[in-house]
């Protein structure tokens, strides 16, 4: 096998750590010089980076030598649902197709607001009418994504794919830009572990990701993070409209500029987790939560009202060690978080952007529905009136 970068143990929870980088320059140069001889003497690939900091990439199975997924195994699914963990403990190739879809869709069900959103399905389904958010993908470190994008001949205008867990040229944006009728593949390295988004990144690229073309990928880590009872996909976004009232609304161009959203939502649409879309765990399970925000343009202050995070992974880098017992977590636009609850009392906790006019007014809301027994230990209603 060839080592294509530096082989690096990292287990999870544990905070990498390298030589300090405060060297003299001459010592950095001397060390630098050091690596890319002891390269050419070996005959191996040059270790980009690692001189001064020890790398946390994983050796590289070549892609000569690597097997598809299982087929088995699922790389994909729609939100709030999480593709099962793979269970793999080798690296993979992966194989994904989406399908660009420009659709309107209902973006308030209480009032009737439409819109024309734009988006990604899995290629060929048919029953899926909003590509809003895209489809979470499931892969792992070290694996190679194969991805594919069609943009059918229905459609109206070119679009693409950015990734921010692929390392090369935009994320792949140039190589995966499909105008209606054609078809493009792409193979990438998923080099870091984390929750990370995607989004079209073609033309006026504020536009497209407004319209709704963004969605989350999750690269698990060489050791797995532990077994949860339930996971959930969410994404966060904005939708800058000419209104909104009943009917189908058009797009403010100006109010993407000015930041000035009419609607912030999860996964795509007003109440989407509400009611009975909300999802639901007994008192004693935990709930970890893959998180997006997808902005344009604002940062994410994500809160469970009547709960605590009782682990975030910040910026959803799952190298590092988690955070315990948070009560709200910065997620900026374009990141991500991976968070976790556990249900200790009945309730119905309540999941918002606590800038909290984006979750009164604007629809930054959802519910988790908490099931069993009190616990009165934890919480009593004493008296009232
Ligand atoms: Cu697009």
Not at 101 to 111: G, L, Q, S
Not at 152 to 166: L, W
Not at 244 to 272: H, I, S, Y
Not at 326 to 336: D, H, K, Y
Request: proline fraction near 9%.
């Amino acid at each position: 096998m060839t080592h294509l970068s530096h082989p690096v143990s990292a287990p999870h929870g544990v905070r990498p750590r390298g030589p300090r980088v405060r060297h003299l320059p001459a010592r950095l140069m001397a060390t630098a010089f050091m690596t890319v001889l002891a390269a050419t003497l070996t005959g191996g690939a040059t270790v980009y980076g690692a001189s001064a900091i020890e790398s946390v990439i994983p050796s590289l199975v070549p892609k000569a030598e690597l097997p598809a997924a299982p087929d088995s195994e699922v790389n994909v699914s729609y939100a709030p649902d999480v593709p099962p963990p793979s269970g793999r403990t080798q690296p993979a190739i992966v194989d994904v197709h989406f399908e660009v879809v420009e659709n309107v869709t209902v973006i308030d069900p209480a009032t009737g607001v439409e819109y024309q959103t734009w988006g990604y399905r899995i290629d060929g389904d048919d029953a899926v009418h909003t590509g809003t958010p895209g489809p979470m993908i499931r892969a792992r470190v070290g694996d190679v994504l194969r991805f594919t994008i069609t943009n059918p001949e229905t459609n109206s205008m070119p679009h693409n794919v950015d990734f921010h867990a692929v390392t090369g040229q935009g994320g792949g944006a140039a190589d995966t830009t499909v105008t209606p009728g054609m078809t493009a593949t792409i193979e990438a390295r998923l080099l870091y572990p984390g929750m990370f988004m995607y989004h079209c990144a073609f033309g006026d690229v504020p536009l497209h990701i407004s319209h709704g073309m963004h969605g989350g990928i999750l690269v698990d880590p060489a050791e797995p993070l532990p077994a949860v009872d339930r996971e959930l996909y969410m994404v966060q976004s904005e939708l800058y409209t000419t209104g909104t009232e009943t009917g189908l609304v058009e797009t403010d161009r100006q109010a993407v500029t000015d930041e000035q959203p009419t609607f912030v939502v999860f996964n795509g649409a007003k109440g989407a987790l509400i009611g009975d879309n909300a999802p639901r765990i007994q008192v004693g399970e935990r709930m970890r939560i893959y998180f997006i925000n997808a902005g344009l343009n604002l940062d994410s202050n994500f809160h469970p009202i009547g709960s605590h995070w009782d682990v975030v992974y910040p910026e959803a880098a799952l190298l590092n060690a988690p955070l315990r017992g948070s009560q709200t977590t910065l997620v900026p636009a374009g990141g991500g978080t991976v968070v976790e609850l556990v249900g200790q009392v009945p309730s119905a906790i309540i999941l918002v952007d606590h800038a909290l006019a984006r979750a009164f007014d604007k629809g930054a809301i959802g519910q988790i529905i908490v099931e069993g027994d009190p616990n009165p230990e934890i919480f009593e209603a004493i008296s009232i009136g």
